[in-house]
């Protein structure tokens, strides 16, 4: 069950475990304020959702990146 949760989020973006990982809080616990929030606002923390799985993205590309420079 764990490994089916760990591909849905890699294929979610991964902000949510990303969060949680780096706060100590369990991700459904940020899936779900990022959820309610959203419902209170409007979807203005979807934007910043999108931002953050922007910014982990490009973080993950140049990451693997510079490995491969390393490796030639």
């Known amino acids: 069950m764990d490994t ?3 591909n849905i989020e890699n ?3 991964g902000v949510c ?3 949680g ?4 809080i369990r991700s459904s616990t940020i899936r779900l ?3 309610y929030v ?3 606002t409007f979807g203005s923390p979807v934007i910043i959702y999108f931002v953050i799985a922007f ?3 490009i973080k993950h590309y140049l990451m693997r990146s510079s490995h491969s ?3 030639l």
């Open 38 to 40: 959203s419902f209170f």
């Open 69 to 71: 420079v390393w490796d």
């Open 17 to 19: 475990s990303y969060l």
């Open 21 to 24: 990982d780096k706060f100590g």
């Open 55 to 57: 910014w982990l993205n």
């Open 33 to 35: 304020y990022f959820i």
């Open 4 to 6: 089916i949760r760990k």
């Open 11 to 13: 294929y979610a973006f």
